[in-house]
């Protein structure tokens, strides 16, 4: 078990926050290419910046959350609170980093009260966001396997993590309970950008995208019809 | 209306279309698809949705058609998704990867059905798209859709054959109008209004060097005949120079809602008009889409930059802020409200200059709830007013919220800046039993206009 836990801990937690560091790289960068390509491509270079501001911002920011479903989106503003602020800001994570890269961030972390609310509050708030999904019809009908899947793997390191920070345990319970919550912090960070949690990067750029494609290429209908074989065809 | 949905009745949305060649419609609708990915800018947007979307249902509460059918087939993502499942499948990366290994969607005969008439289920209104957090433009892919579907040519009969007698017919417009019954048309509006107004008010035909260019929705001149002399009496009153031209006067293009290569044609055509006669300017009448198509010329205008373009409601607020038009603010006095065509307002571009013309002149004006960038589609959009065969599924579903935002105003005059809206808001209050009298803003003007 403890050579499992120093892997998990060192190599296997190196290679997967790798992998969540170059995926969700890869995509935002991807998509700045793809937004400039369809820019040179077009004609219309302008775009309705002040709409796609508004819209940027109001759902980055909880500013346009409340205007639809608002128990669901207070819910989920409060699950992404936890879920963001938790990991990063933990004393236990930051000293971690601190021990391996140049920076630390040890200074600003939570007190342990705060830390475990934080947790609590996800838990119950993810635990709910779940349950919203499952009963309604229209969530069902329009859900995957990964907006199912997602709720319940996010809870899993918060969960043990709790267990292992609060409850007296033995130290070889202690040792499961650390290598499930790693083990599933890993993989989350390998799932990350092959998801919709892509989402964290990519959502500022969802209005601008949107806005590029509209400013249509000129021609490409005639060019289209050229390669359908239907050149100089009447409708 | 009852929205009990055991009770509800609702009538089919199954349009027309001319017969097609039976041929593997699964392999025609990839190649397209993969035709239109390679020449246009629509990859970087599917990229972006298949990957975004957090399933959150949000949509379904400000979508006008699922409101009332409460139908989970009618709900915008998932029907987003009808065409995103296409493009993950067979034109992402991951998605293509995902497939080889773990199975999963395949396009069929039975999907391309469901999206064949899916997508025309929606009116392109993009109402939804306001409230998505993911930014997913669910009206984007309804266009995408009916393009790929236009060029199997699943499109409904209706806007084929009036999008074929514009490009190809003799008279070159969607209504099939020939010039000198539209000559005439104007001769008698002209008469009208010198009846009206002890004054020459005419339509200017062929002026070369004219500062404004003007389109209607080439119905207008058959149907709408108020709204042509209120827009006359305005330009008229205000000394603006404008002219209409006889080769090509139809502001429609039918492109926006179904197909790239026939918005891109159609405007072609008031390039070609633009330069014959050197006008300065683009004046489009009152008509939403047919003015959002015109944004078009931006990115399609062959010779030089595109010029100026200008909405009627623009002028005319600028013409009386100016002071060089005159309303009469006592001759309206019944309640009045204000329909937002979804083309000019849903994001947010001619929202307040309606308004303030109406305030000017209209003391017992009331708002729609809600109202502006957020009203609600009329039930009409995206090209679904004119096919007939499907009125009862326009008037009865699609336009159920409409009537209900009116009968709640209990206006009298409701005002709709845009042909289609026109009709399909006429039709709704008919078949829904509302009171009021629905007409564009310039049939207003008309009646309180002082012309000295």
């Known amino acids: 078990m403890d050579s499992f836990l120093e892997f998990l801990k060192g190599p296997f937690f190196r290679f997967s926050f790798a992998i969540m560091i170059l995926g969700l790289l890869r995509i935002f960068i991807l998509t700045l290419i793809n937004g400039f390509e369809a820019k040179s491509k077009a004609k219309d270079k302008q775009l309705p910046m002040n709409y796609v501001k508004k819209l940027t911002i109001g759902y980055v920011l909880p500013i346009r959350a409340f205007r639809t479903k608002p128990v669901y989106s207070f819910v989920s503003i409060m699950f992404h609170i936890g879920l963001l602020i938790t990991p990063i800001f933990l004393f236990d994570h930051a000293l971690l980093f601190s021990n391996s890269i140049s920076f630390s961030w040890v200074g600003i972390t939570l007190s342990k009260e705060w830390a475990d609310n934080l947790t609590l509050l996800t838990i119950f708030a993810g635990t709910l966001l779940l349950i919203m999904r499952v009963s309604d019809r229209k969530s069902r009908f329009i859900s995957r396997k990964q907006d199912y899947l997602w709720p319940l793997i996010l809870l899993i390191p918060f969960i043990t993590g709790w267990i292992a920070a609060n409850l007296t345990l033995e130290p070889e319970t202690y040792k499961f309970y650390m290598i499930i919550h790693i083990l599933a912090g890993n993989i989350i960070f390998i799932l990350i950008p092959f998801t919709k949690i892509a989402h964290c990067v990519l959502l500022p750029l969802s209005q601008w995208i949107t806005a590029r494609t509209w400013k249509f290429v000129p021609e490409a209908g005639e060019r289209v019809e050229k390669i359908l074989g239907k050149e100089g065809r009447k409708l | ?452």
């Open chain 2, 1 to 452: 209306m009852n929205s009990n949905i055991k009770n509800k009745e609702i009538p089919e949305m199954k349009y027309i279309i001319e017969k097609t060649e039976e041929t593997d419609r699964v392999t025609q609708f990839l190649k397209i698809f993969a035709a239109i990915l390679q020449e246009t800018n629509y990859r970087p947007a599917l990229e972006q949705f298949i990957k975004v979307s957090a399933k959150c249902a949000k949509c379904t509460t400000t979508c006008h058609v699922f409101e009332h059918t409460n139908d989970v087939r009618d709900i915008p993502c998932y029907r987003s998704e009808l065409l995103l499942s296409v493009y993950r499948r067979y034109f992402s990366l991951e998605g293509s990867l995902y497939a080889r290994l773990f199975g999963g969607f395949e396009l069929t005969e039975e999907h391309i059905s469901k999206m064949q008439y899916s997508f025309w289920n929606c009116t392109a209104c993009r109402k939804c798209v306001l409230e998505c957090p993911s930014g997913i433009d669910h009206g984007l892919l309804t266009h995408l859709a009916r393009y790929i579907l236009a060029e199997m040519n699943l499109t409904p009969r209706a806007l084929v054959i009036s999008t074929r007698e514009q490009l190809h017919g003799e008279t070159g417009n969607t209504s099939a109008i020939p010039f000198i019954a539209l000559k005439d048309s104007l001769e008698f509006l002209e008469e009208e209004l010198q009846e009206m107004f002890g004054k020459e008010i005419k339509f200017p035909i062929d002026v070369e060097g004219a500062e404004y260019l003007f389109f209607a929705p080439v119905s207008d001149y058959l149907m709408e005949a108020e709204t042509l002399m209120g827009i006359a009496a305005v330009l008229n009153s205000a000394g603006v120079s404008w002219t209409i031209s006889s080769k090509y006067y139809d502001a429609i293009n039918y492109g926006l809602f179904y197909s790239d290569l026939v918005l891109e044609r159609v405007l072609g055509k008031i390039e070609e008009e633009y330069h014959r006669l050197k006008a300065k300017k683009i004046l489009i009448g009152e008509c939403g889409h047919a003015t959002r198509s015109a944004t078009f010329l931006k990115s399609f205008w062959k010779h030089g930059e595109a010029p100026e373009l200008v909405n009627i409601l623009q002028l005319t607020h600028k013409l009386l802020q100016e002071g060089k038009i005159k309303i009469d603010p006592t001759k309206i006095t019944e309640k009045v409200t204000y329909h937002d065509p979804c083309n000019i307002s849903r994001q947010g571009w001619i929202i307040k200059e309606p308004r303030e013309i109406l305030h000017a002149f209209c003391k017992n004006y009331v708002e729609m709830t809600p109202s502006g960038q957020e009203n609600y589609c009329c039930g009409g959009g995206g090209g679904t007013v004119s096919i007939d065969e499907i009125r009862k599924y326009r008037t009865l579903v699609s336009g159920q919220k409409k009537a209900e935002q009116i009968r709640k105003t209990g206006a009298h005059y409701i005002v709709a800046p845009c042909a289609n809206c026109k009709k399909q808001i006429r039709e709704t209050m008919e078949d829904n039993n509302v009171d009021g009298e629905l007409l564009g803003l310039h049939d207003l003007i008309l009646k309180a206009i002082i012309i000295e």
